[in-house]
């Protein structure tokens, strides 16, 4: 528990949204793939920030894959989602991972479709 | 070798003449009719120890010819046989080694003369010898005419050596000429092969246009997609800051009206001391002539009423508690983190329709040269690239060909110039003309002669080498590994192996073989038609190779072969079975105690008995006796 009155926690995904996640990962060798991220953080801040443009969160199911905490500070995302953390008495890094998880569902329903992962930012 | 009847041998000489002499008697029919060489060697002295206490003669009879004897008689030899051939007709098995040591050695000055002798060169280089000396001979004339004639006389050789260059380069015109006109040659046939696809050419040039676009847009994808990557770092920030950009805005409101509340507090304070002031002084006089005045209660009253107004404001102001400014300072800089640039949204855009347009380019690329793909078969692709390809190689093969050959004939050009240039000093001689005219003829015979042995033998070479080869082949038991033999222009020589270079460490039978095989393609060429003698051949050589080295040599048709071999090397009886419908005669050389049966050809008995204490064998049979101590050596011949 923060001073703030909100549990910090920790981030993870569902195994199947790492794979999609980890599917996005720029590839030198595989270019004609849509894989716009540096790294796998990359991918999974950008279904982070998509869950919350869309205010979607999903509940994670199945087994659960970390996140590199080092490179994924839960704090620097706080003013966010502070309110929602004292309010439902979560975790930051839950609301973060629902957030996430939701973004996954995002991008999935977009390459389904066929569009471009990038196109999701307009 | 005869004497008195009988076989003569050394022991018998030894022992009984009293001036020891022996006589060699070499009976031979040539094309010059029938040869008699006699050698004879007498001793000097009573009892002569070596080979310089012995005499040796030597007499020779050649058809009607009369006799000669001593140096006549060794010339009158070497007229039909070269002494420096003998190593090809009289091969000497124990000196394989030597030989071939000669052929690898690089001084090969040891097989020098034999080689110019198998081919007929001494002549040739006895001519030039001749000429030059002829030559040397004008030349102390013309040296010693005028400063001019010199001159003329060298310019003369200069022409002689520019006319020869001149040559030369003509030939070597012609020959780059020839060549271009082979690649042009088949350059038109390429283009007539490729007529007949020219139904498929634009298509396979549609094709080869269709992969190099896709490569391109390949190369440019890749960019793309880094482009896209890099762009992509701060997508996360577009979009929360969507969601942030709101509450940033909201928040940064609060701190204006905020920073306007704590100015207008500080405003109503300062007011509100003015007036606590202004009533507390003023009592009843006018605060500004400082004379009583009739309506300072009014004033007063006034006073009080926006003293009350300004405490009541400032009240109402410090009762509103907003958030800090401190915590308004985090919470902005905290959204602040998330503001993109002006332009990331529309930079992300660009670099991911980028990214996909390049995607559905390549896509319907690909789709279009699968399409036509499908139309060739691949025979036909194949065989229509290939073409294209020789095509072009032949293209650029003509292209360097041209460009030589026209250097050639700019050297042709510069060669008659210089030519041209000599004939007119050669012309301001007042030399002798014949003289003149004689060192002129002479200076190209030399140099024809030259030419000759240079060519002569190269062409030798190259046939000594296919014949080598050849031979070679049918001796060799591992021709998966050694495949040839190579001779050098100074006739030196290597085993080839299947990658047509020199085996590095053949083995020493191989080795053999190949000194063999090139001792007998010399011979061949020399086109001397002369028996070859082979002393213990096989010293050296695996069984398979001794077998085939007389399956070889023992042709029904050819030279005459004869073989000295020992015991050791090839058994008598399996031999003579072997070859027997090859050979003419066969014999044994033999000790008397080397025989436990009768020697005596009418009898061969093998009932004999021995007698330990005399030394001796007797024939039961025929009575035959023969001493086991004497050295007299029998020759037997073996029955065919």
Known sequence: MSDQGFAIGSVGISETSHALLESLVYNPDDVSEDRPFESIVEAFRFAFALGIVHEKRTKRSGKSAGVAPRQFNVLDYSTLIEEEAVKNSESLGLIISEYAEAGCELIQDALSESKSVLSLID | ?640
């Open chain 2, 1 to 640: 070798m005869v004497g008195e009847g009988e076989i003569l041998m050394n022991s018998t000489a030894y022992e009984e003449d009293s001036t020891q002499e022996m006589s060699v008697i070499l009976f031979a029919e040539g094309k010059r009719g029938s040869i008699e060489i006699t050698r004879t060697a007498r001793s000097t002295t009573t009892f002569a120890r070596s080979d310089k206490e012995m005499e040796m003669s030597l007499d020779v009879k050649i058809g009607e010819e009369p006799l000669k004897s001593g140096p006549d008689g060794q010339e009158a030899i070497e007229s039909f046989f070269p002494k420096e051939l003998e190593r090809f007709f009289f091969i000497d098995g124990e000196a394989l080694e030597e030989y071939t040591e000669m052929m690898r050695s690089s001084a090969l000055e040891g097989l020098k003369e034999e080689v110019n002798s198998v081919l007929g060169i001494p002549a040739l280089l006895r001519g030039d010898e001749d000429l030059t000396r002829i030559r040397r001979g004008i030349k102390s004339k013309i040296d010693s005419a005028t400063k001019a004639d010199i001159d003329s006389s060298k310019a003369l050789d200069e022409l002689n050596r520019q006319r020869n260059v001149l040559k030369t380069k003509i030939r070597e015109s012609d020959d780059l000429k020839n060549k271009l006109e082979t690649v042009m040659s088949k350059l038109e046939n390429t283009k007539e092969q490729m007529q007949a696809h020219k139904e498929l050419a634009p298509i396979v040039e549609e094709l080869k246009l269709l992969k190099a676009q896709i490569e391109l847009k390949k190369v440019y994808l890749k960019e793309a997609a880094a482009e896209k990557m890099n762009e992509s770092k701060i997508a996360w920030k577009v979009l929360l800051w969507k969601k942030s950009q709101q509450q940033h805005d909201s928040l940064l409101t609060i701190q204006n009206r905020a920073n306007l509340r704590e100015r207008s507090i500080q405003q109503h304070k300062d007011s509100i001391r003015e007036l606590e002031t202004l009533l507390k002084e003023t009592g009843g006089l006018c605060p500004e002539c400082k004379q009583p005045h009739p309506e300072i209660e009014k004033y007063r009253v006034g006073k009080q009423q926006k003293l009350d107004e300004h405490k009541s404001v400032l009240t109402r102001l410090e009762e509103e508690i907003p958030m800090s400014s401190d915590e308004l300072t985090i919470k902005l800089g905290a959204l602040k983190m998330f503001k993109p640039q002006d332009d990331s949204a529309e930079r992300i855009s660009r670099a991911s329709n980028k990214w996909k347009k390049l995607v559905n380019q390549i896509a319907s690329l690909e789709e279009t040269y699968e399409r036509l793909d499908a139309q060739l078969t691949e025979d036909a692709k194949t065989n229509v690239e290939v073409l294209g390809e020789r095509k072009g190689r032949q293209e650029a093969t003509v292209a360097k060909r041209e460009s030589e050959w026209r250097n050639a004939q700019n050297e042709v050009n510069q060669a008659e110039l210089e030519v041209r240039r000599l004939e007119g000093l050669t012309g301001k001689s007042n030399l002798n003309k014949e003289d003149h005219q004689l060192d002129n003829i002479i200076s190209s015979l030399i140099v024809a002669v030259k030419d000759t042995i240079n060519s002569y033998r190269e062409q030798a070479r190259k046939n000594v080498e296919k014949r080598a080869t050849e031979v070679f082949a049918k001796l060799n038991n591992a021709p998966e590994v050694y495949t040839g033999i190579k001779v050098d222009k100074d006739f030196k020589t290597a085993i080839l192996n299947t990658k047509g270079k020199a085996a590095r460490k053949p083995s020493s039978g191989a080795v053999s073989i190949m000194t063999m095989s090139v001792i007998d393609a010399l011979r061949h060429v020399s086109g001397m038609d002369l028996p070859v003698f082979l002393d213990t051949p096989g010293r050296s050589l695996d069984q398979h190779h001794k077998s085939k080295l007389l399956d070889y040599f023992w042709q029904t048709e050819g030279q005459q072969f004869l073989i000295f071999a020992h015991s050791g090397e090839y058994a008598v009886e399996e031999t003579v079975n072997q070859f027997e419908g090859r050979l003419a005669r066969a014999y044994t050389i033999s000790l008397p105690r080397d025989h436990r049966s009768c020697y005596q050809p009418e009898c061969l008995s093998e009932d004999v008995e021995h007698n330990s204490y005399n030394k001796k064998n007797t024939c039961n049979a025929c009575g035959f006796e023969w001493d086991l101590t004497s050295q007299k050596t029998l020759v037997l011949e073996v029955p065919l």
